[in-house]
């Protein structure tokens, strides 16, 4: 039987084996655009001192450096993933950061206990393209759950470029350099290839859109570098 890569157990133990080269091989293969579009996507939306933010999909934690200088030592952050390797990794990151308040979750996006309308801010990077189309809405509806009325939310993915030279690039950059680079430097090269086919077959983008539109996020898309990434940002009803 053919594996069923959006499922939860595969795309946790993924991430599990990804973990120990993610942050390394993310900067250095996309030449530092991957931690530029986070850091904007996290910059673009106010977030003042004292709040509350939640980090979805965190990963090993590389937005929380754009965080908590603005959330401050009064504010709390939230930062939630499934995969128990990236929240070792995350706990690491937690010990330089002690006088700050950081709650992690280990758990499903889907199943979390984070409480109803209790976060002012969203924060989702990367974490998209591991989604079917039918569970962008349950994503959607999450992120609108957990944010209080006039709360904002930002998201941020890489994307296929509309511009057909740029699309050979993305192609060329997914297919040969990622694979090529992984096979030297990560510790489970084959778990790049994947990354290829997610990003490959994701064209979510309008459709979160019309989902958090749909549900009161009032969202809008930024593009970027000639729609390399989207970003979707919004604040709810
Ligand atoms: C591509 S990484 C992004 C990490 C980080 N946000 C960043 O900016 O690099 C996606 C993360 O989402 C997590 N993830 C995917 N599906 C999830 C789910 N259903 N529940 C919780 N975490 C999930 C994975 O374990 C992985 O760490």
Same mark, same amino acid.
């Given at each position: 039987?053919?594996?069923?890569? $959006?499922?939860?157990?595969? /795309?946790?133990?993924?991430?599990?084996?990804? &973990? +120990?080269? $993610?942050?390394?091989?993310?900067?250095?293969?996309?030449?530092?655009?991957? +931690?530029?579009?986070? #850091?904007?996507?996290?910059?673009?939306?106010?977030?003042?001192?004292?709040?509350?933010?939640?980090?979805?999909? @965190?990963?090993?934690?590389?937005?929380?450096?754009?965080?908590?200088?603005?959330?401050?030592?009064?504010?709390?952050?939230?930062?939630?993933?499934?995969?128990?390797?990236?929240?070792?990794?995350?706990?690491?990151?937690?010990?330089?950061?002690?006088?700050?308040?950081?709650?992690?979750?280990?758990?499903? /996006?889907?199943?979390?206990?984070?409480?109803?309308?209790?976060?002012?801010?969203?924060?989702?990077?990367?974490?998209?393209? @591991?989604?079917?189309?039918?569970?962008?809405?349950?994503?959607?509806?999450? *992120?609108?759950?957990?944010?209080?009325?006039?709360?904002?939310?930002?998201?941020?993915? /890489?994307?296929?470029?509309?511009? #057909?030279?740029?699309?050979?690039?993305?192609?060329?950059?997914?297919?040969? /350099? *990622?694979?090529?680079? &992984?096979?030297?430097?990560?510790?489970?090269?084959? @778990?790049?290839?994947?990354?290829? @086919?997610?990003?490959?077959?994701?064209?979510?983008?309008?459709?979160?859109?019309?989902?958090?539109?749909?549900?009161?996020?009032?969202?809008?898309?930024?593009?970027?570098?000639?729609?390399?990434?989207?970003?979707?940002?919004?604040?709810? &009803?």
């Amino acid at each position: 039987m053919e594996e069923n890569i $959006y499922q939860d157990h595969f /795309v946790a133990k993924l991430f599990d084996r990804m &973990s +120990p080269s $993610y942050e390394f091989m993310n900067s250095l293969t996309s030449l530092g655009f991957y +931690p530029f579009w986070r #850091q904007q996507a996290i910059e673009i939306i106010s977030i003042g001192k004292g709040k509350k933010v939640t980090d979805l999909l @965190t990963g090993p934690g590389e937005s929380w450096k754009h965080i908590l200088p603005r959330i401050g030592t009064e504010g709390e952050l939230t930062a939630l993933d499934f995969s128990t390797s990236m929240i070792q990794l995350a706990e690491k990151r937690k010990e330089r950061y002690p006088e700050y308040n950081i709650k992690l979750h280990c758990e499903n /996006v889907f199943n979390s206990g984070i409480k109803d309308n209790s976060q002012d801010v969203v924060i989702c990077c990367y974490g998209l393209k @591991t989604f079917e189309h039918a569970q962008l809405e349950q994503l959607a509806l999450e *992120i609108l759950r957990i944010l209080k009325p006039g709360g904002s939310f930002s998201l941020v993915e /890489v994307a296929m470029p509309e511009t #057909q030279w740029l699309k050979n690039c993305y192609r060329f950059y997914l297919g040969k /350099v *990622i694979p090529f680079l &992984s096979k030297f430097l990560a510790e489970n090269p084959e @778990t790049y290839n994947y990354l290829e @086919t997610y990003s490959n077959n994701f064209e979510g983008f309008d459709l979160m859109l019309a989902h958090l539109e749909k549900h009161g996020g009032n969202p809008s898309m930024h593009k970027r570098f000639f729609g390399c990434a989207k970003g979707i940002t919004g604040v709810k &009803s």
